[in-house]
């Protein structure tokens, strides 16, 4: 459960993420219960000048099994020797704490004041490898600025725990980040209705790039959509998605350099607009229009009603059918050329791995996917299914994988080493400050790439 976490790194103050629920003692079990339901949360705190004592989920449920009534005051049922812990107390402490008094909550304090409360199950998840932790509070959360401490607080725990891991798998751990931010999205989009009102047509909210691929790492930028039923509703969704925009910015997200979001309202619009530009972008093959394709080949749902998302898709997939489509695209995939030279030689001791290494890949993936109707979003995964069908052969899709798996580990490693120098999330890699060894590793890479576009190029232009 614990492997490759440093508990005595993590303090407590980096699990909590909302403020403490606080009641009257008089408040009923009934009520205590609706309050926890409508909150998420496992407890309540007892409060009239200060904290007096806590009732949990397990109280009021050996409460109900005992007959008391639920008309009952919490005072009646609440355990009122608190055992507490200071929020600069590690994770370590927690667990002792926990076990030692076999307790399941444990109010945390700032100085004096009792600033939140931890569970067992909170600090259980965020230990774990996989942080569910960050799935359930973020679903959980009732506020932009709740969910902005959670995000956070999820970008630190990659930086400070995951990132330790040099061998962390980018495609298992692009599933887990991207399923984190997805929650995190619905949460955002949730809270602006909440904010604006009821939609009043069904929607689809969905995301491209990297975050539609699941190969998102750290701070990746917003890159989303929206789709709505009817046009007459356009003023409201408009609004919609600039509040979420607006959202998403509070929560962390960066924004996306092509302004390829909900924000802006080319990127908002109803079923039949979009079938509609679509349709021009099958006439028009101006770059702006192939660019658009591109993007939208990687679009993945995420919010709202799929049957306008799924609708969109096909009509997208359609598109890889026309030879002319096609060509034009990978052509322009091919563009993006890994810094291989002559004889094999490196050309720079400076590479970009996003420019250099990973995207050379992804795009004539891409293309080639919407060409032969691959399904599969993550780069790897198409890589597979394009060998499946016969658009690749499966030892060049065997070695190209392992090469593209290992470009995207480099390529989360170079971020996180240059935010821990105090630089921007960048993912340029000097090959002169690393082992000869895994030079190695990376030009052999590298000429795996460059093998995969010359095959490529030769058998489909």
Same mark, same amino acid.
């Given at each position: 459960?614990?492997?490759?976490?440093?508990?005595?790194?993590?303090?407590?103050?980096?699990?909590?993420?909302?403020?403490?629920?606080?009641?009257?003692?008089?408040?009923?079990?009934?009520?205590?219960?609706?309050?926890?339901?409508?909150?998420?949360?496992?407890?309540?705190?007892?409060?009239?000048?200060?904290?007096?004592?806590?009732?949990?989920?397990?109280?009021?449920?050996?409460?109900?099994?005992?007959?008391?009534?639920?008309?009952?005051?919490?005072?009646?049922?609440?355990?009122?020797?608190?055992?507490?812990?200071?929020?600069?107390?590690?994770?370590?402490?927690?667990?002792?704490?926990?076990?030692?008094?076999?307790?399941?909550?444990?109010?945390?304090?700032?100085?004096?004041?009792?600033?939140?409360?931890?569970?067992?199950?909170?600090?259980?998840?965020?230990?774990?490898?996989?942080?569910?932790?960050?799935?359930?509070?973020?679903?959980?959360?009732?506020?932009?600025?709740?969910?902005?401490?959670?995000?956070?607080?999820?970008?630190?725990?990659?930086?400070?725990?995951?990132?330790?891991?040099?061998?962390?798998?980018?495609?298992?751990?692009?599933?887990?980040?991207?399923?984190?931010?997805?929650?995190?999205?619905?949460?955002?989009?949730?809270?602006?209705?909440?904010?604006?009102?009821?939609?009043?047509?069904?929607?689809?909210?969905?995301?491209?790039?990297?975050?539609?691929?699941?190969?998102?790492?750290?701070?990746?930028?917003?890159?989303?959509?929206?789709?709505?039923?009817?046009?007459?509703?356009?003023?409201?969704?408009?609004?919609?998605?600039?509040?979420?925009?607006?959202?998403?910015?509070?929560?962390?997200?960066?924004?996306?350099?092509?302004?390829?979001?909900?924000?802006?309202?080319?990127?908002?619009?109803?079923?039949?607009?979009?079938?509609?530009?679509?349709?021009?972008?099958?006439?028009?093959?101006?770059?702006?229009?192939?660019?658009?394709?591109?993007?939208?080949?990687?679009?993945?749902?995420?919010?709202?009603?799929?049957?306008?998302?799924?609708? @969109?898709?096909? $009509?997208?997939?359609?598109?890889?059918? =026309?030879?002319? %489509?096609?060509?034009?695209? /990978?052509? *322009?995939?091919? #563009?993006?050329?890994?810094?291989?030279?002559?004889?094999?030689?490196?050309?720079?001791?400076?590479?970009?791995?996003?420019?250099?290494?990973?995207?050379?890949?992804?795009?004539?993936?891409?293309?080639?996917?919407?060409?032969?109707?691959?399904?599969?979003?993550?780069?790897?995964?198409?890589?597979?299914?394009?060998?499946?069908?016969?658009?690749?052969?499966?030892?060049?899709?065997?070695?190209?994988?392992?090469?593209?798996?290992?470009?995207?580990?480099?390529?989360? @490693?170079?971020? $996180?080493?240059?935010?821990?120098?105090? =630089?921007?999330? %960048?993912?340029?890699?000097? /090959?002169? *400050?690393?082992? #000869?060894?895994?030079?190695?590793?990376?030009?052999?890479?590298?000429?795996?790439?460059?093998?995969?576009?010359?095959?490529?190029?030769?058998?489909?232009?």
């Amino acid at each position: 459960m614990f492997e490759g976490l440093d508990l005595q790194a993590v303090k407590i103050r980096d699990i909590i993420s909302s403020e403490p629920v606080i009641v009257h003692p008089s408040m009923s079990i009934r009520d205590a219960a609706r309050l926890m339901h409508s909150t998420g949360k496992s407890y309540v705190l007892l409060a009239d000048v200060e904290i007096k004592g806590i009732v949990t989920e397990g109280d009021i449920k050996r409460a109900v099994a005992n007959e008391v009534p639920v008309t009952t005051p919490l005072s009646k049922i609440a355990t009122t020797n608190l055992i507490t812990i200071d929020e600069d107390s590690t994770l370590f402490d927690a667990i002792v704490l926990f076990f030692k008094n076999r307790i399941r909550h444990l109010p945390v304090k700032r100085g004096k004041k009792i600033v939140g409360v931890i569970s067992i199950n909170d600090v259980l998840l965020f230990a774990s490898r996989i942080p569910f932790y960050f799935l359930d509070s973020s679903a959980k959360a009732q506020s932009i600025d709740e969910l902005g401490e959670i995000y956070r607080k999820l970008n630190t725990f990659i930086i400070e725990n995951l990132a330790r891991d040099e061998y962390v798998n980018p495609v298992d751990f692009g599933k887990i980040l991207g399923y984190i931010n997805d929650q995190i999205l619905r949460s955002v989009v949730r809270l602006s209705i909440d904010e604006l009102g009821s939609p009043p047509s069904r929607f689809s909210l969905f995301v491209m790039g990297s975050e539609g691929r699941f190969e998102q790492l750290i701070k990746s930028d917003q890159d989303n959509a929206l789709v709505f039923e009817n046009d007459a509703h356009r003023e409201y969704f408009v609004e919609l998605g600039s509040i979420i925009h607006s959202n998403l910015l509070r929560v962390g997200f960066p924004e996306c350099r092509g302004n390829y979001t909900v924000g802006n309202e080319e990127w908002v619009r109803s079923a039949e607009e979009w079938m509609k530009l679509i349709a021009e972008w099958e006439i028009i093959y101006s770059p702006e229009n192939l660019l658009k394709i591109s993007i939208f080949s990687d679009m993945r749902f995420v919010y709202g009603d799929v049957s306008l998302f799924n609708l @969109l898709k096909s $009509v997208l997939f359609r598109l890889g059918e =026309k030879d002319v %489509i096609f060509i034009k695209l /990978l052509v *322009e995939a091919l #563009k993006f050329r890994p810094p291989i030279g002559f004889a094999g030689r490196l050309t720079s001791d400076v590479i970009d791995l996003k420019k250099d290494a990973v995207t050379p890949v992804v795009a004539p993936v891409r293309v080639l996917s919407l060409r032969f109707g691959v399904r599969a979003y993550n780069t790897a995964e198409r890589i597979e299914e394009l060998a499946e069908k016969g658009a690749i052969s499966k030892e060049l899709a065997a070695n190209l994988k392992t090469s593209y798996v290992f470009l995207k580990r480099m390529q989360f @490693l170079a971020q $996180v080493a240059n935010i821990r120098r105090g =630089k921007e999330k %960048i993912n340029l890699l000097n /090959l002169k *400050e690393l082992p #000869k060894l895994r030079v190695e590793f990376i030009k052999d890479s590298l000429k795996s790439v460059a093998e995969f576009q010359k095959m490529v190029a030769a058998r489909y232009l």
